[in-house]
C-alpha cells in the first residue's frame, strides 16, 4: 500500500476524532503557507460557521490532495499547537487492515448515511428521489442506488457523481466538490455536457430528517392529545351545564308559581307566559349544549384518527413513509391544532342566557317584585340598660328574641312570643352568644365563656350539650350539623357533638364584634361579619364563593353589618346596622334592592324568615317588625 493511502486511511479511520476535536483557526495560515492546501481551499474553510463544519472541510481537503507532504505538514504543523495530541492520535493509529479499495474500516463505513435524497429542478427530476447505501465501497467511498431507478451516486476517480454504473467515469450530473462524504456536497452539479445544470442539487441525510420528522409528529400527536382533552371536557361539561340548566329552569319556574298568588291579579296572566318562556330558552340552551357536544365529538373523532395513524407511522413507518406522511397530514394537523376550542366552550358557559326567563325580567313582568309590606310589629318590654341581639322563628311560627344586659355581660335570656307579640315563655342562659331555632322545636344556643352549645325546650329545659370553641353564633343546615362561628374559623358538628369541617374565616381588622350565620336550601353558609362590614359565602363544602359588601352606604356597602337570614327562594337578606337599613341581595351576591330604609327602621340587629316567607326585624332597642315582601 502506498504512503499516500496509508495516510488517507488514518485520516478516514480518525475522521469523527478530528471533526469533533480540530480547530482549524490555529493551523490553517501555515497550512497554507507551507503549500499543504490552496489558498481557495483555506477561503472555504473559513466560510463555515460552525469549529466542527471547518474542521470536517479541512479534512476533506487533506484526503483529496494528492501529495503525501500536505498530510506531513499537517502533522507538523500540529505539533507545533496546543493540538499536538491530534497528531500524536493520528500517529498511533495503526493501518490493521489490509489492501483494497473496498476496505475501510467496519467503523468509518458505518458512519456514513444510509439514505441521501437528492432534490433538484424537473430539468433533471428523472436522477432525483431517495437514494439507499449499498454494501459495495468503490474508490473507498460509499456508493449509492436510486430506490426506485438504475441510477448510482458514486466517486469513480476525484468527484462525486450520478450515472448509470458504479465506476463509470460518464454520468447524468457531477460535482467538483472535495466533500469526503456526500452529504456535505456544497458546490453546484454540471450536467455530461461540462455546462452547469440549471439547477442546485443538495444531499440531505434522511435518517436525520426522519428522526427530526419523528420528533415532530411525536409533538404533534402530543398537541393533539391535549386538544383532544379539552373537547372532552366539552361534552362532560355540556351534560353538567345542561343538567344545571334544567335545575335553573324549575327553579324560576317555582319562582315564578309561587309568587302568583300573591300578586295583583292582573299579574297572574304573566304567570303561564313566563314558564313557557322559560321552557323555551331551556330548550333553546339545550340544543346549544347538544351542537356543541356533537361539534366536539366529531373533533375529537377527527383527533382520534389523526393521532393513531400517526403513531403507528412514527412508530411502524419508514423514514421516507414517515417523511411523506408529514407532509400529507400537516394540514389536517395545522387544522385540528387550530380548532377553536375557547369559541366552543364558551357556547355552552352561559346557563339560561334567554332574556325572557332571567329572574329580573320575572320581576319587571310582575312589575315592582320586591314590594315590602308591614303587616305586624309589638314592642319588646327592655329594661334601661338591656338590648336586644337576636330573633328567630319556630316551625310554628312563635317568635324567638335573645336579650342582653349592658351591666352585666354575662347575664342574657331568651324570651318567646307569639307572632302577634304575646310573651309565651322564657328562661335566662348565661353567656348566651347566639342561638337558632330547630326543626323538632327545640333551640340550640351557644355559650362563648363556658365553650359550649346547649339544646333547651321552649320552657328552658335541658336536652342535650357538648363542647365547642370559642362560640359565636349558631345556624343550622339541611341535615341538621350546627355551623357556629368563632373569631377565626367557621366550625361544622355534627348533632352529636362531633366535629365534621372546619373552615378559615379570618376578620381582615380588629375583631370587636361577634359574626352571624345561616344557610340558605343549598346549604352554603353565609357569614355576616360587621368588622370587616361584609358577608361572605362558602359552600358546604368550605370553599369561597364570593364577598358582598364594603364600608359605606352607597348600593352594595355596609357599614356595621349583624344578622343575616335566607329568603325561601334563595335572596340573602342584610340587617345593615348603622345605615339603618336591609339589604336583598341574589343568591349570586348581586345587590337587588334596599327591602327598608331609615324611613321605616332603625338600627336593625338581625332579621329571620317565617315558614310563610314573611320576614322579620329586630331593633336594638326591641322593636319587632314582620313584613311580607313579594
Not at 88 to 111: C, F, P, W
Not at 457 to 476: M, N, W, Y
Not at 505 to 515: F, L, M, R, V
Amino acid at each position: 500500500m502506498s504512503k499516500l493511502e496509508t495516510y488517507r486511511r488514518k485520516l478516514r479511520r480518525n475522521y469523527k476524532f478530528l471533526v469533533t476535536n480540530l480547530t482549524t483557526s490555529h493551523i490553517l495560515d501555515e497550512l497554507y503557507q507551507e503549500c499543504a492546501i490552496e489558498f481557495d481551499d483555506k477561503e472555504r474553510i473559513e466560510r463555515e460557521i460552525t469549529t466542527a463544519d471547518k474542521a470536517r472541510k479541512c479534512v476533506d481537503i487533506l484526503l483529496c490532495n494528492p501529495a503525501p507532504g500536505a498530510y506531513e505538514t499537517f502533522l507538523r504543523v500540529l505539533r507545533g499547537t496546543p493540538q499536538e495530541y491530534i497528531a500524536n492520535q493520528l500517529d498511533e493509529t495503526e493501518d490493521e487492515i489490509d489492501g483494497g479499495k473496498s476496505n475501510s474500516s467496519v467503523e468509518y463505513r458505518a458512519e456514513y448515511c444510509q439514505r441521501l435524497s437528492i432534490v433538484g429542478m424537473v430539468d433533471h427530476a428523472i436522477v432525483a428521489g431517495t437514494y439507499i447505501r449499498q454494501e459495495v465501497f468503490y474508490n473507498d467511498r460509499p456508493t449509492y442506488k436510486h430506490e426506485s431507478k438504475p441510477y448510482f451516486l458514486h466517486h469513480p476517480s476525484d468527484h462525486w457523481l450520478i450515472g448509470g454504473e458504479v465506476g463509470h467515469l460518464a454520468g447524468y450530473l457531477y460535482t467538483d466538490s472535495l466533500a469526503y462524504r456526500p452529504e456535505h456536497i456544497d458546490t453546484s452539479w454540471y450536467a455530461a455536457d461540462r455546462l452547469q445544470a440549471n439547477m442546485t442539487v443538495t444531499s440531505t441525510d434522511v435518517e436525520k430528517v426522519a428522526s427530526q420528522t419523528k420528533q415532530s409528529l411525536t409533538q404533534d400527536i402530543a398537541n393533539l392529545t391535549a386538544k383532544k382533552s379539552a373537547f372532552q371536557d366539552i361534552i362532560s361539561g355540556s351534560e353538567k351545564k345542561d343538567e344545571l340548566a334544567k335545575r335553573e329552569a324549575e327553579k324560576l319556574k317555582q319562582f315564578v308559581t309561587n309568587r302568583q298568588e300573591t300578586v295583583m291579579t292582573a299579574m297572574k296572566q304573566y304567570t303561564n307566559t313566563l314558564i313557557s318562556d322559560i321552557d323555551n330558552t331551556y330548550q333553546n340552551d339545550k340544543k346549544m349544549f347538544q351542537c356543541a357536544k356533537e361539534k366536539a365529538c366529531v373533533t375529537l373523532a377527527a383527533i382520534d384518527s389523526a393521532c393513531a395513524d400517526l403513531t403507528e407511522i412514527v412508530t411502524h413507518g419508514k423514514h421516507d413513509e414517515m417523511i411523506k406522511t408529514n407532509d400529507k397530514s400537516q394540514g389536517l394537523i395545522t387544522e385540528l391544532l387550530n380548532n377553536d376550542v375557547e369559541h366552543l366552550a364558551n357556547e355552552t358557559r352561559t346557563v339560561l342566557t334567554g332574556q325572557a326567563c332571567t329572574e329580573d325580567v320575572v320581576k319587571q313582568m310582575f312589575g315592582k317584585l320586591y314590594k315590602i309590606r308591614l303587616i305586624d310589629e309589638f314592642q319588646v318590654e327592655l329594661a334601661e340598660d338591656e338590648f336586644l341581639f337576636q330573633v328567630g322563628v319556630t316551625p310554628g311560627g312563635d317568635i324567638v328574641i335573645g336579650i342582653g344586659k349592658k351591666s352585666e355581660p354575662k347575664k342574657k335570656r331568651v324570651v318567646i312570643f307569639t307572632n302577634k307579640g304575646l310573651r309565651k315563655s322564657a328562661f335566662n342562659v348565661d353567656c348566651l352568644s347566639g342561638f337558632v331555632t330547630l326543626k323538632d322545636g327545640n333551640i340550640a344556643v351557644t355559650q362563648a365563656l363556658r365553650n359550649k352549645l346547649t339544646v333547651y325546650t321552649l320552657d328552658g329545659a335541658t336536652v342535650s350539650s357538648f363542647r365547642c370553641s370559642k362560640p359565636q353564633h349558631i345556624a343550622v343546615n339541611s341535615k341538621g350539623d350546627f355551623i357556629i362561628t368563632s373569631p377565626d374559623v367557621i366550625y361544622t358538628y355534627n348533632q352529636n357533638g362531633t366535629l365534621t369541617q372546619t373552615i378559615s374565616d379570618k376578620t381582615n381588622g380588629e375583631h370587636k364584634s361577634a359574626k352571624y350565620v345561616t344557610t340558605n336550601t343549598s346549604d352554603d353558609i353565609v357569614v355576616s361579619d360587621p368588622n370587616d362590614h361584609c358577608i361572605r359565602v362558602y359552600n358546604s363544602g368550605g370553599h369561597p364563593q364570593y364577598t358582598y359588601g364594603t364600608k359605606g352606604d352607597k348600593e352594595g356597602q355596609l357599614n356595621n353589618p349583624n344578622g343575616v337570614a335566607s329568603a325561601v327562594n334563595g335572596d340573602i337578606v342584610i340587617a345593615d346596622g348603622r345605615n339603618h337599613r336591609v339589604h336583598l341581595v341574589s343568591s349570586d351576591g348581586t345587590f337587588n334592592c334596599f327591602l327598608l330604609t331609615k324611613d321605616s327602621i332603625y338600627r336593625p340587629k338581625d332579621v329571620a324568615v317565617t315558614p310563610e316567607g314573611d320576614i322579620v326585624i329586630a331593633e336594638d332597642k326591641g322593636k319587632v317588625k314582620i313584613y311580607n315582601y313579594l
